[in-house]
Every structure is written in C-alpha cells, then in structure tokens.
C-alpha cells in the first residue's frame, strides 16, 4: 500500500483507468478491514494502524480524483454548458422549421381538401349535365316519333280523304 500511495503521489497524471481500479481495490480492502475492525470488541494497535492505513490510501485516491475534477472539471463544465447551449439552440432552430413546416403542411392540406371539393361538385355538376342531356336526347326522340306519327297519320287521312271525294 505504501507503494501504491508513493506511486500515486509521485505520478503526475496517472491514467483514469489506474485510478478507477485502485479506488474499488482500496475501497473493498477498506469495507473487509472496517468489517474487521467492528467485530473485534477490542481491536489492537495493528488492527487500528492497518485500518488507518487503508483509510489514507482511500483518501489519496479520493484526493486525486477531486484534483482531476477541479483542475479539468472547470474546463469541461464551461465545454459542456457551452455544448449545451449549442445543442439547445440548435434544438430551438429545429423546432422552429418543424413548426413552419407543420404550418406549411396544415395550409397545403386546407388547400387540397378546397381543390378536392371542387372536383367532386365538378364531377356531381358533369354528371347532371350527362343525365340531363340523355333525358331531353330521349325526349327529342320521342317527340320526333310523336310528330311523325301525327304527320304520318294525317298524310293518310289526308290522302284517303281526296280519293272517296
């Protein structure tokens, strides 16, 4: 352990890793001696020095990892609110098209439910036209073989009439 806490002390940027592993190592040496220690009812000076021991261990490691966060966590809070920032903004702008857009949309689907309106009372209107012209067509027929019924019958009663007389 002393080695750890010299070599620790001594590096000046020892990697994330290195660190991340030490602490659960010192951190579970530490929870088995404080189990240790709370089930002795009278722990001895060595029981106390190998506890304080791996509580300094802790506390280095501990120490270094706030170092890091204070030396670069100053630098990579104002990185990441700016990021933030950033993305919210970018957000914003993109909320804003999407609303244009769905306002586009909303006007372009009032504009095609008109037009298809007008198509239908087009097509209901070319459709009354068609029926109406097929029923004066049958009637103009009809008339015509009305009239030529009458004319037909009054030829031969005319003609009838001048052969008896």
């Not at 088995?32 to 089930?39: F, M, P, Q, S, T």
């Not at 002795?40 to 304080?52: E, F, N, Y």
């Not at 037009?115 to 109406?132: C, D, T």
Request: hydrophobic share 35%; net charge positive.
């Amino acid at each position: 352990m002393v080695y750890m806490r010299t070599a620790l002390t001594s590096s000046s940027n020892p990697s994330e890793e290195l660190l991340r592993k030490e602490f659960f190592r010192v951190a579970n040496e530490y929870r088995v001696e404080h189990e240790k220690y709370l089930a002795i009812r009278t722990p001895s000076d060595a029981d106390k020095l190998r506890l304080k021991n791996v509580t300094d261990d802790l506390n280095i490691i501990m120490g270094l990892i706030n170092n890091r966060a204070s030396v670069g966590g100053n630098n990579a809070l104002l990185a990441a609110a700016q990021s933030i920032n950033e993305y919210t903004r970018q957000i914003y702008e993109k909320s804003n098209k999407l609303q244009l857009q769905q306002n586009e949309l909303e006007r372009k689907k009032e504009e095609l439910h008109s037009k298809q309106k007008q198509v239908e009372m087009g097509v209901q209107k070319n459709r009354y036209r068609r029926n109406l012209i097929v029923i004066l067509t049958i009637l103009n027929i009809i008339m015509i073989g009305v009239i030529y019924y009458f004319y037909n019958k009054s030829g031969n009663s005319a003609a009838s009439g001048t052969s008896s007389v």
